[in-house]
Structure formats: structure tokens, C-alpha cells
């Protein structure tokens, strides 16, 4: 863990996005930049879509005789008020050194360090918004389950956020569900980060010169990944006025006594897990929905894991580690966790239940968020269909026809 830091700066955190996992993830890091103030800045930005909301009649700050209550108020003005995000994260007090922003340049101004949290949708235009208001050399977390994924190529959001804003991003990801993460129930979650080498503060070692690598490294490619993936942005370096960005320092950010982390550096095999397991899950909803057993399920997941691997050291295979898969709380973990009360399994599992489409739940259960297991599968096929790989993977392929109201003859 850190310990105490002669740096004559400190890390400045902003939290781009604010709904159920935005919010949750913001008391974590505001928790610990409160408690680390030789590394981070205490006070937290978090970017907030303004909108307007009251205070529902079951919450605890309700008054009947308040204008919070009986009149639509500003979700930031509630949110510094009360140290509540009442429509998204309802119930749990929030640090008061969080510090709710409308205005998405105000929030990141100065930050070095951004932790995007938001619909993947709206990753492009955000940061279209706040490109010419960042550090240069800012680094950034991705908190969002999902790949970018085309007929023609398959890239990570991380890769998206860093090429838009010339910066380096990694990822986190886990088996996080996040109203229990706000509780403050135990849960583990994995940080790929894996740090840029012109952030290095260690010395060049001293000795003879190493004899040069006989693999020409030009020629390393994935051609079905790079063909349309972002360019990789040329990077400014941290200066050294500042605690390095490493391992030990995102950490020291994440980790909490109920949210253990564990940091690695495979920022593809954590992306890809937090994407695939979403599609993997509405096929244990819907098998869960038809009534077959839990053995069924488990057979779903045994499957559905094999397939996230395959996927991975397919179109990643010079970067995906298979642990990440097999060891992990992006992996492994997550896909049992979002297999049993995700809201993928749940909806899809109420789709079969009530006779209903997905979409149709979806509408009703969400209150106004969506589903990513359902974009994810229709995206991951499109993209083995135009490969002619849709067969190698079943268990996707059943998903997206199951989704799009398609059976095969033999099921029909």
C-alpha cells in the first residue's frame, strides 16, 4: 500500500457519471481520497446529467412541508444537500467530500486521474465535450461493461475513451452488484491497469546490454481487432511533481475493507469478461425461466465461460491471459454473480416467466436504464456472422436469436 509521499502534487479525482454503479463507485473513491491525502486531493468531482427529480415519499429525508419534496429540485442541488443520490443510489449516504457538477468541463478540469462510469452510448460525445478541457497527461479507470463491437472489428471501450482524449485508460471490473457494493457488503473486483512506459519511475538497470529480441514486433497483430479499433493516442508522460500512477496507486483508490481489489494488467481479457458475461447471463434467464434446474444453468455458465475464453485468445491472443477468465473477480466471478440476481439474468428470466419480450421488461423493471447483455449480443454477432464464425460459438449465437425472436427448424 502507499505510504507517505514527498511529491509536491496530489492526484485530483473526477467521476464521470452518477447513475446506480456511478454513484457507488464515487463513495468508494471519495471514501479513500479522504483517507490517503498524501496521494489524491480530497474533494471528489462527480459529473452529474442534470435533471430534475423530488424526494420519493419513502425516503428518509422526506417533508412534506420541504420544496425538496413537493416541488422538482435539481438532482446535483439534492445530491450536495441531502449527500444522497436519491433516484439512483436511494439509501445510502454519500461522503461529503463528493461533490456533485452539472457541468462536465467544470467537473474534470484539473483531474488527474477520471473514472468513467456512463452508458457506453455516450462515451463519444462526452468525450467530444470534455476533450479540451482535460490534463494532457491525465489517466483514466473505465467502470463500463462492454467492448465496442462492429461487424468489422471489436475494440475495448478503454481503448475509445483513451484514443478520444489522447489519454491511457485501463479498466475495473468484477462481480459488483451495485446497491451491495453501496452497502458496503463484502465483494472483490479486479483494476487492469497496465502502466504506460513513459510513466516509469524505475531505473534502467545497470549491467551489460541485454541481447535483442529476435521477434519483430511490427509484424504483432490482430487483424480482425485492429482493422477499425481506435488509434492509439501518443501519450504525455505523468510529471514527476506527481505520485506515480501504478499498481499500488489505483489500489489505494479502489480498494476499500468491504471492496477488495486486485490489480493485473490484462485491460482486454477484464473488458471482454465484463461484456460476454452479460450475454451469458441472459441465457441462464431464460433457462431459468423455462424451469430447467439449476443443472442447467451451471451448464449454461460451464459453456458460457468457455466461449468468453475462446472469444478472448481469438481476437486478443497477443494481450488475454486466460486466468483473467478463469482466476478473477472480472471474470469467473462475475459471470456467477450476474448468472444469479444480475439484472440480464433477471429480466430475461421474467421475459420467459411472463411471456414477454425483453425489451418489454426492460421498459418496466429499469426504471429508464437499459440492458447490456442485449446490445452485446446482437453487436458479438453481427460481428461472428461477417466472420463466419457464428458457429464456433453456440452458446452467443443462441442468445441473439433467442433475443431476436428467431428459432432454428430443430427448435421450432
Given amino acids: 500500500m502507499a505510504t507517505l509521499s514527498t511529491h509536491e502534487k496530489r492526484h485530483k479525482v473526477t467521476v464521470v457519471g452518477?447513475?446506480?454503479?456511478?454513484s457507488a463507485i464515487a463513495k468508494i473513491v471519495a471514501e479513500n481520497t479522504q483517507a490517503h491525502p498524501n496521494l489524491f486531493e480530497p474533494t471528489v468531482q462527480?459529473?452529474?446529467?442534470?435533471?430534475?427529480?423530488?424526494?420519493?415519499?419513502?425516503?428518509?429525508?422526506?417533508?412534506p412541508s420541504s420544496e425538496l419534496c413537493t416541488k422538482p429540485q435539481k438532482l446535483t442541488s439534492i445530491i450536495n444537500e441531502l449527500h444522497e443520490n436519491v433516484k439512483y443510489l436511494p439509501g445510502i449516504p454519500l461522503p461529503h467530500n463528493l461533490i456533485a457538477n452539472p457541468s462536465l468541463q467544470?467537473?474534470?478540469?484539473?483531474?488527474?486521474?477520471?473514472?468513467?462510469?456512463?452508458?457506453?452510448?455516450?462515451?463519444?460525445?462526452?468525450?467530444?465535450?470534455m476533450k479540451e478541457h482535460i490534463l494532457p497527461y491525465a489517466r483514466g479507470i473505465s467502470c463500463i461493461k462492454g467492448v465496442n463491437v462492429s461487424n468489422d472489428a471489436v475494440s475495448l471501450f478503454s481503448d475509445s475513451i483513451g484514443s478520444e482524449l489522447g489519454i491511457y485508460c485501463g479498466a475495473l471490473s468484477g462481480a459488483n452488484i451495485a446497491n451491495e457494493v453501496a452497502q458496503e457488503k463484502f465483494s472483490e473486483t479486479t483494476v487492469a491497469y497496465d502502466p504506460p512506459p513513459m510513466d516509469s519511475r524505475n531505473p534502467t538497470p545497470k549491467g551489460p546490454t541485454p541481447q535483442s529480441s529476435l521477434l519483430d514486433l511490427t509484424k504483432i497483430?490482430?487483424?480482425?481487432?485492429?482493422?477499425?479499433?481506435?488509434?492509439?493516442?501518443?501519450?504525455?508522460?505523468?510529471?514527476?511533481?506527481?505520485?506515480?500512477?501504478d499498481h499500488d496507486t489505483f489500489k489505494t483508490l479502489f480498494h476499500r475493507p468491504y471492496f477488495h481489489v486486485r490489480v493485473?494488467?490484462?485491460?482486454a481479457g477484464v473488458s471482454l469478461s465484463g461484456a460476454?458475461?452479460?450475454?451469458?447471463?441472459?441465457?441462464?434467464?431464460?433457462?431459468?425461466?423455462l424451469g430447467w434446474g439449476d443443472n442447467a444453468k451451471a451448464a449454461v455458465m460451464r459453456v458460457g465461460l468457455l466461449e468468453m475464453v475462446k472469444f478472448g485468445k481469438t481476437y486478443f491472443h497477443d494481450s488475454v491471459r486466460t486466468a483473467t477468465f478463469t482466476e478473477e473477480s472480472a471474470g469467473v466471478a462475475d459471470l456467477i454473480t450476474s448468472c444469479s440476481g444480475g439484472r440480464n439474468f433477471r429480466c430475461a428470466k421474467?421475459?420467459?416467466?411472463?411471456?414477454m419480450s425483453i425489451k418489454e421488461v426492460e421498459k418496466m423493471e429499469l426504471n429508464g436504464q437499459i440492458l447490456q447483455g442485449t446490445s452485446t449480443a446482437k453487436e458479438v454477432y453481427g460481428f461472428l456472422k461477417a466472420n463466419g464464425q457464428e458457429t464456433e460459438f453456440p452458446l452467443l449465437t443462441a442468445v441473439y436469436r433467442k433475443i431476436s425472436d428467431y428459432l432454428p427448424p430443430c427448435l421450432e
Avoid at 460476454?276 to 425461466?289: E, H, I, M, P, R
Wanted: glycine letters at 8%; one cysteine or more.
Fill in 18 to 22: 452518477s447513475g446506480n454503479w456511478g
Fill in 350 to 355: 421474467m421475459s420467459v416467466e411472463r411471456n
Fill in 221 to 245: 497483430t490482430d487483424e480482425k481487432v485492429s482493422a477499425n479499433a481506435p488509434k492509439k493516442a501518443k501519450l504525455r508522460p505523468l510529471p514527476l511533481d506527481f505520485p506515480p500512477l
Fill in 106 to 129: 467544470d467537473s474534470v478540469k484539473g483531474s488527474s486521474i477520471l473514472v468513467f462510469n456512463l452508458p457506453h452510448q455516450f462515451i463519444g460525445g462526452l468525450c467530444g465535450q
Fill in 276 to 289: 460476454l458475461k452479460n450475454v451469458v447471463a441472459l441465457a441462464a434467464g431464460f433457462v431459468s425461466g
Fill in 46 to 63: 462527480m459529473w452529474v446529467y442534470e435533471e430534475e427529480t423530488t424526494i420519493p415519499e419513502n425516503s428518509e429525508h422526506y417533508n
Fill in 264 to 267: 493485473v494488467s490484462d485491460v
